[in-house]
């Protein structure tokens, strides 16, 4: 088998696992979350729009230039080459010398086209902002768009040369993803504080002498030693990364999550502990606030929704936002109601079912209070003590009353009739 053929091979496996774990991701009730988030984001993006341009523009300038950097900054540091090279290549395929730097040059033009999409995406929401406050002329704007994508590139293949020794500097250490994202804010910024069409010419020559350095730098790699260790390293980084980014939705066979003690639970789970009726209730709550895995899930969405929550002002979003934020946790938590089914101590002593699925509602009880106790002391700050911050806690509670003894209960008859069927 030709390297070429290899990477062709370890290519169509990176690909079934994206589209396994996407089809399971992306199933019915996470389109539905999907369709509600994007819709609110929409609503939300408008508002702020709205809401700026009512301003005085003037102040406003540097804080949203210093914004949209800072937002762009982030998605140019998505991302990473597809090296697609395994630990047993340096006892099999370390041999075929040269070969590989196509192997990994194709990996990394293949890899850094979403990021491009994405980067461009973002660039696209941000320019009505940027527009507010700037008296670009569309020109610029498709200019900055080009150096995005021109930017994004030398990225990753800076990224590639790091695989070469070029003899200019400890090449144990090079520079990380971190690095170039960090210098791609401060040229933006610098880029930002000149006048037109200045800051864009500014911008351009950094980025023709690091497409010089590129370009020098091709040319010596083949005369210089291949890291191979290097590779492999930044290949399993990118692997556990993707997977990682998986087990927040899904469960990923391969990985073991921990079980670790969170401590700031624990006065919580000592009081509750006392109060539990039977074992499921137990063991419902001791996974669901101290396995990493599942306490992690609506903790995340917790903070999440708490962030969003800050930058809100209107009931209906507030109330919007609280719902997502329930449901985004019952729809990932309520196959866990059969976690304990196959364990040698449930089989032993059995328990009904309608017990199980009581116990469980009552762990969901604990965690959308807590849920909704958070949210209410966040969206205090942007409400303080008033009649719309009683009502959106009201509609908060109702929404969560709703999930745990309408969706819960109809989800295990659903089950139940896939069971029986089978």
């Given at each position: 088998?030709?390297?070429?053929?290899?990477?062709q091979?370890?290519?169509?496996?990176?690909?079934?696992?994206?589209?396994k774990?996407?089809?399971?991701?992306?199933n019915?009730h996470?389109s539905i979350?999907?369709?509600?988030?994007?819709?609110?984001?929409?609503?939300?993006y408008?508002?702020?729009?709205?809401?700026?341009?009512?301003m005085?523009l003037?102040?406003l300038?540097?804080?949203?230039?210093?914004s949209?950097?800072?937002?762009l900054?982030?998605?140019?540091?998505?991302?990473?080459?597809?090296?697609?090279?395994l630990?047993?290549?340096?006892?099999?395929?370390?041999?075929?010398?040269?070969?590989?730097?196509?192997?990994?040059?194709?990996?990394?033009?293949?890899?850094?086209?979403l990021?491009i999409i994405?980067?461009?995406v973002?660039?696209?929401?941000?320019?009505p902002?940027i527009s507010?406050?700037?008296a670009?002329?569309?020109?610029?704007?498709?200019?900055y768009?080009?150096?995005?994508?021109w930017?994004?590139?030398i990225?990753?293949l800076?990224m590639?040369?790091n695989?070469?020794d070029?003899?200019?500097?400890?090449?144990?250490?090079?520079?990380?993803?971190?690095?170039?994202?960090?210098?791609f804010?401060?040229?933006?910024?610098?880029?930002?504080a000149?006048?037109?069409?200045?800051?864009?010419?500014?911008?351009?020559?950094?980025?023709?002498?690091?497409?010089?350095?590129v370009?020098w730098?091709m040319?010596?790699?083949?005369?210089?030693?291949m890291?191979?260790?290097?590779?492999?390293?930044?290949?399993?980084?990118?692997t556990?990364?993707?997977?990682?980014w998986?087990?927040?939705?899904?469960?990923?066979?391969?990985?073991?999550?921990s079980v670790?003690?969170?401590?700031?639970?624990?006065?919580l789970?000592?009081k509750?502990?006392?109060?539990?009726?039977n074992?499921e209730?137990?063991?419902?709550?001791?996974?669901?606030?101290?396995?990493?895995?599942y306490s992690?899930?609506w903790?995340r969405?917790?903070?999440?929704i708490?962030?969003?929550?800050v930058l809100?002002?209107k009931?209906?979003m507030?109330?919007?936002?609280?719902?997502?934020?329930?449901?985004l946790t019952v729809?990932?938590?309520?196959?866990?109601?059969?976690?304990?089914?196959?364990?040698?101590?449930?089989m032993?002593?059995p328990?009904?079912?309608?017990?199980?699925?009581q116990?469980?509602?009552?762990?969901?009880?604990?965690?959308?209070?807590?849920q909704?106790?958070?949210?209410?002391?966040?969206?205090?700050l942007v409400?303080?003590?008033s009649?719309?911050?009683?009502?959106?806690?009201?509609i908060?509670?109702?929404?969560?009353l709703?999930?745990?003894?309408i969706?819960?209960?109809a989800?295990s008859?659903?089950?139940?009739k896939?069971?029986?069927?089978?």
């Amino acid at each position: 088998m030709t390297l070429a053929q290899l990477w062709q091979k370890r290519l169509s496996h990176f690909l079934n696992e994206l589209g396994k774990y996407g089809r399971l991701i992306f199933n019915d009730h996470f389109s539905i979350i999907l369709f509600m988030m994007l819709g609110f984001g929409a609503f939300f993006y408008q508002d702020q729009l709205v809401k700026l341009q009512a301003m005085d523009l003037a102040t406003l300038k540097w804080p949203v230039l210093l914004s949209a950097s800072l937002v762009l900054a982030l998605f140019f540091h998505l991302g990473r080459p597809l090296l697609l090279t395994l630990d047993p290549d340096k006892s099999y395929l370390f041999a075929r010398g040269k070969e590989w730097q196509a192997y990994w040059l194709k990996g990394t033009i293949l890899a850094v086209v979403l990021p491009i999409i994405l980067l461009l995406v973002m660039y696209a929401l941000m320019s009505p902002f940027i527009s507010l406050v700037t008296a670009w002329s569309d020109g610029v704007f498709i200019a900055y768009a080009v150096c995005l994508v021109w930017a994004k590139l030398i990225n990753f293949l800076l990224m590639y040369l790091n695989i070469f020794d070029l003899g200019l500097g400890k090449v144990e250490k090079p520079l990380k993803q971190g690095h170039h994202t960090l210098a791609f804010v401060l040229v933006l910024l610098v880029s930002f504080a000149f006048s037109q069409p200045i800051g864009l010419i500014f911008m351009s020559v950094v980025l023709v002498l690091l497409t010089a350095y590129v370009g020098w730098a091709m040319t010596r790699r083949e005369q210089q030693l291949m890291q191979f260790n290097y590779v492999i390293e930044q290949e399993e980084i990118r692997t556990a990364t993707f997977y990682k980014w998986i087990a927040i939705f899904a469960d990923v066979p391969h990985l073991v999550p921990s079980v670790k003690r969170r401590q700031y639970l624990d006065g919580l789970l000592e009081k509750l502990s006392g109060k539990l009726p039977n074992r499921e209730s137990y063991m419902y709550i001791r996974m669901l606030f101290r396995h990493t895995a599942y306490s992690g899930v609506w903790i995340r969405v917790m903070i999440f929704i708490a962030l969003l929550l800050v930058l809100v002002d209107k009931l209906w979003m507030a109330a919007a936002l609280g719902f997502i934020g329930h449901l985004l946790t019952v729809v990932q938590l309520v196959p866990l109601i059969h976690y304990y089914d196959a364990h040698p101590f449930q089989m032993l002593y059995p328990i009904k079912m309608s017990n199980q699925y009581q116990a469980f509602q009552k762990t969901m009880l604990i965690i959308f209070f807590v849920q909704t106790l958070v949210y209410a002391l966040v969206w205090v700050l942007v409400q303080s003590f008033s009649l719309t911050w009683l009502t959106a806690i009201g509609i908060w509670l109702i929404l969560a009353l709703l999930l745990i003894y309408i969706y819960i209960p109809a989800w295990s008859r659903k089950q139940a009739k896939k069971i029986n069927r089978f």
